[in-house]
């Protein structure tokens, strides 16, 4: 078993930067690709980024790309969302996940989930 615990939600204006962190607990946290999901109210949950287990590769949707930066420090058991220019359709409920996978997209690939965190953005 993981658990994840995410942090760093919270109200912004529209241009600004959020941090999101989850910090891992459980298993070994580096045998583990994560991700981050977001899912805004009325949506489906949609991908956002992942990043694979040594923190080499990273992937990103066109729709965050150069905005959001996926990392992970493996020492503290934590995978870092900063998350810059944020607009108001990035207002959503933000999830960490972990996979045994080396690297994943797709939401039904990951198998442990975090409670979630809210960002808001205003306009």
């Known amino acids: 078993q993981v658990q994840l615990v995410e942090s760093g939600g919270g109200l912004v204006q529209a241009g600004g930067s959020l941090r999101l962190s989850c910090v891992a607990s459980g298993r070994t946290f580096n045998n583990y690709g994560m991700g981050w999901f977001r899912q805004a109210s009325g949506k489906e949950r949609e991908f956002v980024a992942a990043?694979?287990?040594?923190?080499?590769?990273?992937y990103y949707p066109d729709s965050v790309k150069g905005r959001f930066t996926i990392s992970r420090d493996n020492a503290k058991n934590t995978v870092y969302l900063q998350m810059n220019s944020l607009k108001p359709e990035d207002t959503a409920v933000y999830y960490c996940a972990a996979t045994l996978n080396y690297i994943e997209v797709s939401s039904t690939r990951y198998t442990y989930w975090g409670q979630g965190t809210q960002v808001t953005v205003s306009s």
């Open positions: 990043i694979n287990w040594g923190g080499s590769s990273t």
